[in-house]
């Protein structure tokens, strides 16, 4: 008898698990901490069957650990973050992995004019305005979290209520990120939405810095990069556009083919950027698809690699000019340029150019915007010939 009923709980437990397999399972949470004001802080776990794990908090809608597999199965959590909360508010943090906004990048002098109102944000960038402020930007403040999980994908809506006025900003501005993961496939995709009563500027991206040997490494010089542009917009000395747009060709911004960070970067030394810090012009999307290829990335050490999908005109390569050594997760140093990012998003001070598209965004509108980044392994060149079944670094390959 009580064999028989453990028969019968076994296969109950059976049905249930596929049930829930079938149903989808929500993303878990965890307390993270609590800000200086004591506001809770909670972290939810996003898990894909093929070894990816992304870790989102709350504060900033932030992305805090990434982990990936390398060509050989080994996993390691490939961007930059901090341990606890007080990390992520500390003057070391360069805005690691979070939402960047209400705009992100530069507005000129902290000034623009809609509808003829001249607006007034915060300087926190030399003489600019840099990622929408200083105490309430995006990146600092605690969202409200929704999980879901469905058949194919998991995920979490992160959304904020930007009271008219935060930061400077005209509207009530209602945003939200979706990060959500497919059960089947290492791949990560974010998207936003964004209302307003008022037309304002919106301008959102994430700021993870990436190191596809993993957070800590020495470097990220020997990744190489393949960026889907054929032009930029040139900086000002103070990193803000000066309107042209102009082509990469002979240009050390020329990454239409895997280019070895390293092998130019250093041409960029004495330049106001004192490094890459740019905004490339991606292609147009093909007719009738919502997202464009924009970048790979590979890092031929760990055969990780990272292709990014976006609906956004353009790309900003920055090479982590500014990391300073700061000590983050794990006791790990974050030297210059020990990462990167790579932020889809409408082109820097784009409310002062009108030969820009447009960041205006207007009441009855809706803000949409999705990147996805997709990762996957390859074999080095050096070790192609060992492994059977596996990509080899054959196509685009590095100049
Ligand atoms: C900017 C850099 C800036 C960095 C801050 C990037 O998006 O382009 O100029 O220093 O963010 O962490």
Redesign the pocket.
Same mark, same amino acid.
């Given at each position: 008898m009580s064999l028989k009923v453990s028969k019968y709980a076994a296969s109950i437990a059976a049905l249930l698990m596929l049930s829930a397999i079938a149903n989808g399972q929500k993303p878990e949470s965890e307390p993270f901490g609590k800000t200086k004001d004591g506001t809770a802080v909670e972290v939810y776990t996003l898990k894909s069957s093929k070894g990816l794990v992304a870790k989102i908090m709350t504060r900033g809608a932030t992305l805090t650990e990434l982990h990936l597999p390398d060509k050989d199965g080994t996993i390691a959590d490939c961007i930059l973050g901090w341990d606890d909360v007080a990390g992520y508010e500390s003057e070391d943090n /360069? &805005?690691f992995g979070c939402t960047t906004g209400r705009v992100c990048?530069r507005i000129a002098k902290g000034k623009f004019t809609l509808d003829g109102k001249e607006y007034t944000l915060a300087i926190n960038n030399d003489l600019n305005h !840099?990622?929408g402020g200083v105490e309430k930007s995006l990146d600092k403040v605690v969202w409200t979290a929704k999980t879901w999980g469905g058949e194919k994908a998991s995920g979490v809506t992160f959304t904020y209520k930007s009271p008219d006025g935060e930061e400077g900003y005209p509207g009530n501005l209602t945003v939200s990120v979706t990060y959500s993961v497919p059960r089947d496939k290492n791949n990560l995709s974010i998207s936003y939405k964004a209302t307003t009563d008022q037309a304002t500027p919106v301008n959102l991206t994430n700021?993870a810095y990436f190191n596809l040997s993993g957070a800590g490494s020495k470097t990220v010089l020997n990744h190489a990069l393949l960026v889907n542009a054929e032009s930029y917009t040139p900086n000002d000395e103070t !990193?803000i556009p000066t309107g042209k747009i102009e082509s990469v060709e002979g240009t050390d911004l020329d990454f239409r083919k895997f280019t070895r960070i390293a092998k130019r970067v250093k041409n960029f030394d004495e330049k106001p950027e004192i490094g890459y810090?740019h905004n490339f012009v991606l292609k147009p999307k093909p007719e009738g698809k919502k997202m464009v290829f924009a970048a790979a990335l590979r890092d031929a050490k760990s055969g990780r690699q990272m292709r990014i999908m976006t609906s956004e005109p353009g790309i /900003?390569f &920055?090479s982590g000019n500014?990391l300073k050594g700061q000590v983050g997760k794990d006791g790990k140093t974050y030297a210059h340029r020990s990462a990167l990012?790579l932020?889809t998003q409408h082109f820097p001070d784009s409310i002062n150019h009108e030969n820009f598209p447009t960041t205006v965004l207007k009441p009855g509108e809706e803000f949409t915007s999705q990147s996805v980044y997709q990762f996957s392994t390859f074999v080095p060149r050096k070790n192609a010939g060992k492994a059977k079944g596996k990509k080899s670094e054959s196509k685009n390959d590095e100049k």
């Open positions: /360069q &805005y990048n !840099l990622h700021h !990193l810090d /900003q &920055y500014f990012c932020e």
